[in-house]
């Protein structure tokens, strides 16, 4: 598998978890419908543990991965004035765990606990983001107070398939982000630039299958959406610029679950079909990043380097090589800048 591949594949397992059990420093709120288990005998007390733990264990993850950092790398104040414009195309890199052990479902009457596994993946995701200047604020002597950008971004994410694992967009893979940026100072020779931003980010909307030997897994519409609020500072000197921030993630995710076990009784076959339905969930995150960019004149080359914390550590049934669910998670970026 490439490495390209492998990061789209680490994606759609983070999409497959955002479906389920969110969790957080602060009380998670989760509403799901009934899980159901259509056969002659059985239960689906199985397929729905394991369901819940890879949500609950993948989940955090998917709040860094759309979030990121900076709205904008290596930028801290505002724009200055009406036109103004910065555009910022990234990829930005998870330092997530993915299980890596494929478990076979079972219907019986309790859950049969197996270790999924949890290998280190680096997930991209590529992006591009704008500031437009919308208005340069109130002249308070070296500096602007109350300065307004409009932000805008696109995320990307394509179709791939390996193993027992299948990413398809219901829609287009590109989904559009917005917000606004205010400035408190707007960065001059002498002053920092400080601002406050929100920005509603998006992952578009995908279905997702998981096929270990002959039974299905299939979790359809995953609409993930982030509301990120963040607190930067910047400063540049010279060819070297500097930016830090601190932010509050707000994460939502709706989608529903449909599959199919098979398996033999007494020499019979047998064939469940298990639903679980109206999947709604929100939480909450923090984090903290630095920026750190050189360039010439209106073009910048930026890195960047965050951390999102950890939140309420989840119990699962099902075991991940020794990792917990909810753990603080590293993340960083690459890319370029360019004021226009």
Same mark, same amino acid.
């Given at each position: ?15 497959? #978890? ?8 602060? $009380? ?9 288990? &259509?056969?002659?005998? #059985? ?12 949500? &609950?264990?993948? %989940?955090?993850?998917?709040?860094? *991965? ?20 910065? !555009? ?13 052990? @494929? ?36 002249? *308070? #002597? ?10 805008? #971004? ?5 179709? $791939? @398939? ?12 590109? &989904? ?54 963040? !607190?930067? *500072?910047?400063?540049?000197?010279? %060819? ?31 064939? @469940? ?14 984090? *903290? ?12 080359? %930026? ?38």
């Amino acid at each position: 598998m490439t490495r390209r591949r492998q990061g789209y594949l680490a994606i759609a397992a983070l999409q497959l #978890g955002a479906a389920g059990m969110l969790s957080s420093s602060a $009380a998670a709120q989760t509403t799901v419908g009934q899980c159901h288990l &259509a056969s002659f005998g #059985g239960s689906a007390a199985d397929p729905c543990q394991k369901g819940q733990d890879l949500f &609950a264990f993948i %989940v955090p993850q998917v709040g860094v *991965a759309v979030s990121a950092g900076n709205p904008v790398l290596g930028e801290g104040g505002t724009m200055g004035g009406w036109g103004k414009r910065a !555009l910022s195309v990234r990829v930005s890199a998870v330092e997530g765990y993915l299980p890596e052990n @494929s478990l076979p479902i079972t219907t019986t009457l309790s859950p049969a606990p197996g270790d999924f596994g949890a290998k280190r993946t680096y997930i991209p995701v590529p992006s591009a983001d704008m500031a437009v200047g919308l208005f340069s604020g109130v002249p *308070a #002597g070296l500096t602007n107070i109350g300065g307004i950008d409009a932000l805008l #971004g696109v995320t990307y994410v394509p179709q $791939a @398939s390996e193993g027992t694992f299948r990413i398809k967009p219901s829609g287009s893979s590109f &989904a559009l982000s917005y917000g606004v940026r205010v400035g408190a100072l707007q960065e001059s020779s002498v002053v920092p630039g400080l601002s406050i931003s929100y920005m509603r980010r998006k992952l578009p909307t995908e279905n997702i299958g998981y096929t270990p030997g002959n039974d299905t897994l299939n979790v359809n519409n995953i609409a993930i959406t982030s509301n990120t609020w963040r !607190l930067v *500072a910047s400063k540049r000197i010279a %060819v070297v610029g500097l930016a830090a921030g601190i932010g509050r993630d707000e994460i939502e995710g709706t989608s529903s679950m449909e599959g199919v076990v098979n398996e033999s009784i007494s020499g019979f076959p047998l064939r @469940s079909a298990v639903t679980l339905s109206d999947v709604r969930t929100k939480a909450k995150r923090n984090t *903290a990043f630095l920026n750190a960019s050189f360039g010439i004149s209106a073009v910048r080359v %930026v890195g960047e380097y965050g951390w999102s914390s950890a939140g309420t550590i989840e119990n699962t049934v099902n075991q991940f090589g020794g990792r917990r669910a909810n753990e603080g998670y590293r993340y960083g970026s690459l890319g370029l800048t360019v004021r226009f």
